[in-house]
């Protein structure tokens, strides 16, 4: 709705609550930072999304075992974050490294391995460097063809 000081209150106070009842580090804290992060991102505040989505990774690296799938969501969104800073090699390697955890801890076909492949062909796309764009967005597209069906909107994103 675009109410994002009303849903960073909320985060926010998630966040308090969740520090006064649950272990430190637990899993939960990740996924409000993320969530915090993701409203300063919709706001246009990225360092702001950043610092929320890096401390986010921290606690997971604390609280979770390696390659975990929730590595690349903390991965994708940093590297978003870079995109939308234009920071390019940083949301590349960003975006790569959450690509890896997706081939790692999820099935090959699985439709979140198609947005990393999607997600990496922006960021190319975005560096001109369009051969290795459009490689990426047909890997993607590849994927949803057998992962999803044949009217699932994630398609309009590959064509598109």
């Given at each position: 709705?675009?109410?994002?000081?009303?849903?960073?209150?909320?985060?926010?106070?998630?966040?308090?609550?969740?520090?006064?009842?649950?272990?430190?580090?637990?899993?939960?804290?990740?996924?409000?930072?993320?969530?915090?992060?993701?409203?300063?991102?919709?706001?246009?505040?990225?360092?702001?999304?950043?610092?929320?989505?890096?401390?986010?990774?921290?606690?997971?690296?604390?609280?979770?075992?390696?390659?975990?799938?929730?590595?690349?969501?903390?991965?994708?969104?940093?590297?978003?974050?870079?995109?939308?800073?234009?920071?390019?090699?940083?949301?590349?390697?960003?975006?790569?490294?959450?690509?890896?955890?997706?081939?790692?801890?999820?099935p090959p076909n699985h439709p979140d391995v198609a947005q990393s492949y999607n997600n990496i062909g922006l960021?190319?796309?975005?560096?001109?460097?369009?051969?290795?764009?459009?490689?990426?967005?047909?890997?993607?597209?590849?994927?949803?063809?057998?992962?999803?069906?044949?009217?699932?909107?994630?398609?309009?994103?590959?064509?598109?």
């Amino acid at each position: 709705m675009g109410e994002y000081s009303k849903a960073l209150s909320s985060y926010e106070r998630s966040l308090e609550i969740r520090k006064i009842v649950l272990p430190p580090n637990h899993p939960d804290f990740a996924q409000s930072y993320n969530n915090i992060g993701a409203v300063y991102g919709n706001m246009g505040e990225y360092s702001k999304a950043l610092s929320s989505y890096e401390r986010a990774l921290e606690i997971r690296k604390i609280a979770l075992p390696p390659n975990h799938p929730d590595f690349a969501q903390s991965y994708n969104n940093i590297g978003a974050v870079y995109g939308n800073m234009d920071e390019y090699s940083k949301a590349l390697s960003s975006c790569e490294r959450s690509l890896e955890i997706r081939k790692i801890a999820l099935p090959p076909n699985h439709p979140d391995v198609a947005q990393s492949y999607n997600n990496i062909g922006l960021v190319y796309g975005n560096m001109g460097e369009y051969s290795k764009a459009l490689s990426s967005y047909e890997r993607a597209l590849e994927i949803r063809k057998i992962a999803l069906p044949p009217n699932h909107p994630d398609f309009a994103q590959s064509y598109n």
